[in-house]
């Protein structure tokens, strides 16, 4: 193993080269959760690996509830599978609320009172209703007090990770709440080691190669309980060294890529990443993906990868942004080092499959 094969197999495996899922709620299953709080590039993080889709198929499958975001590790924003959310939440609900402990605390906000804006919250939503965060607080305000926007966050996400709510439909451009009893099918509940195990099997196989320190830092689960999953994985699971590292992934016949010089346009190694995308996102060490040299960064005041980067033949070679006027969409680049003519070439191509994805275009010049 070495670096280049760590990429084009965590480029396989995340689907982003080549990818034989057709519907956003497929991909969102495979990958057991994809980080969410950039609602619009989350989106997109579903559009790069679900050849053909758009953002309005992306966002008719959310508002149908095939797909849904809720608050289930770090804590943070993630799109998860209805099948998946009341397992993924009693997994990780526990590890969220520890975080969260000191923030409850300083809201001055008591078990009681969780329990007091819980049953209000189903009184208001039962019945397949969906309200916005700014309807449920004005009905919640008439019996608790809700206080500023972090005191409501923690009722509200409490509410999540006690496995009252969920997303609804949008309301325009407003995020819905709705019951999760009344928005997903009843599942067989797992037991703690069984989920451990379900999630560390689907993370390495969507993820690989990763090493346990990155497996515990995207789930956010114990260093005890992420061994115990990888203790617990199937024999065809590989544990590879490479510097002194435990790569950890289910070989695949299609993780060795064909070289630049010969890949075919239907393999994807360079593309627009979204901020936070699983492909940054899943790995404490980035080291693989994102490696320039000190002084190439010297002009760059981004958080990165958390920002959008641009990925060249699966490496972070630049940022981008975007600005959509009316029907069209103007994509800004930079680069850490000028870019080869090919490489331009290619994140061209990038950049058009973006603006498609959106269904804007792109202005002459405004690439």
Not at 107 to 133: A, P, Q, S, W, Y
Not at 180 to 200: N, S
Request: glycine share 6%; aromatic share 10%.
């Amino acid at each position: 193993m070495d670096t280049a094969e760590i990429i084009n197999s965590r480029l396989v495996n995340q689907k982003i080269a080549y990818s034989g899922i057709t519907r956003p709620e497929d991909i969102v299953k495979y990958m057991v959760a994809m980080q969410a709080q950039e609602y619009a590039m989350a989106k997109w993080a579903i559009g790069l690996r679900v050849p053909g889709t758009t953002d309005e198929t992306v966002e008719q499958a959310f508002n149908e509830g095939r797909i849904l975001r809720t608050h289930i590790m770090r804590p943070t924003w993630h799109f998860v599978a209805p099948e998946d959310i009341r397992w993924m939440i009693a997994l990780t609900a526990p590890r969220v609320n520890a975080i969260n402990a000191f923030m409850y605390r300083k809201c001055e906000i008591d078990d009681k009172t969780f329990k007091t804006c819980n049953d209000l919250i189903v009184k208001n939503l039962e019945g397949g209703k969906f309200l916005t965060r700014n309807a449920l607080k004005e009905e919640l305000d008439k019996k608790i007090i809700t206080g500023d926007s972090i005191r409501l966050s923690c009722l509200m996400m409490k509410a999540e990770l006690d496995g009252i709510i969920c997303s609804g439909p949008r309301e325009g451009k407003q995020f819905t709440y709705a019951l999760i009893d009344e928005r997903v099918p009843a599942k067989k509940t797992l037991t703690h080691d069984e989920a451990v195990i379900k999630l560390a099997s689907q993370y390495f196989t969507s993820r690989g190669p990763a090493q346990l320190q990155d497996f515990v830092m995207w789930s956010g689960l114990t260093v005890k309980d992420a061994k115990t999953g990888i203790a617990a994985l199937s024999k065809d699971f590989v544990h590879e060294k490479f510097e002194e590292k435990v790569y950890i992934y289910l070989p695949s016949r299609d993780t060795k890529l064909p070289s630049r010089d010969t890949k075919p346009k239907n393999i994807q190694s360079t593309f627009l990443m979204p901020d936070y995308d699983e492909y940054g996102m899943s790995y404490k060490d980035r080291s693989a993906i994102f490696a320039p040299p000190p002084e190439a960064l010297q002009n760059f005041k981004l958080n990165i990868p958390y920002n959008r980067m641009i990925v060249s033949e699966g490496e972070i070679v630049g940022s981008w942004k975007r600005t959509v006027k009316n029907k069209d969409v103007i994509i800004e680049t930079e680069y850490f080092r000028k870019p080869t003519k090919k490489q331009e070439k290619d994140i061209d191509r990038a950049v058009k499959k973006f603006s498609s994805f959106i269904g804007k275009s792109i202005p002459e010049g405004g690439e």
